[in-house]
């Protein structure tokens, strides 16, 4: 019985991990529907692409070379199905949808 229960234990744990990985490749946290919008392409289509990024945690900036080798994945996916979605053009969208974007991050020059 306690083989059976610990068997158990160790199924549910695994999905739970597994579920969870899961939905951080889906990134639910992003507005997929408007992202998509502004890219020009469909709601799953750019949850397709998404899928092979792998977005650092939340609160954590990814080095440079991870941060390009995700853009490369998604971009070469979008560019499939929209081929006018430019390297600008999806930093532009991603920015304006993500609380930490680099366009959020510049400082802000005073006016004189």
């Known amino acids: 019985m306690t083989k059976q229960f610990i068997l158990i234990c160790l199924l549910i744990s695994f999905s ?5 990985q ?4 889906n990134d639910p946290n992003r507005p997929t529907d408007k992202i998509s919008k502004a890219l020009g392409v469909t709601q799953q289509k750019f949850i397709d692409c998404f899928h092979n990024v792998k977005p650092a945690p939340r609160g954590v900036n990814p080095s440079r070379e ?8 998604l971009l070469t996916c979008l560019k499939k199905a929209n081929s006018e979605i430019t390297n600008d053009k999806l930093d ?14 510049r400082k802000v020059k005073p006016r004189d």
């Open 16 to 20: 739970k991990i597994s579920i969870a």
């Open 92 to 105: 532009e969208v991603m920015d304006k949808y993500r609380p930490e974007g680099r366009l959020r991050e």
């Open 22 to 25: 899961e939905m951080l490749r």
């Open 66 to 73: 991870k941060e390009h080798a995700n853009k490369k994945i």
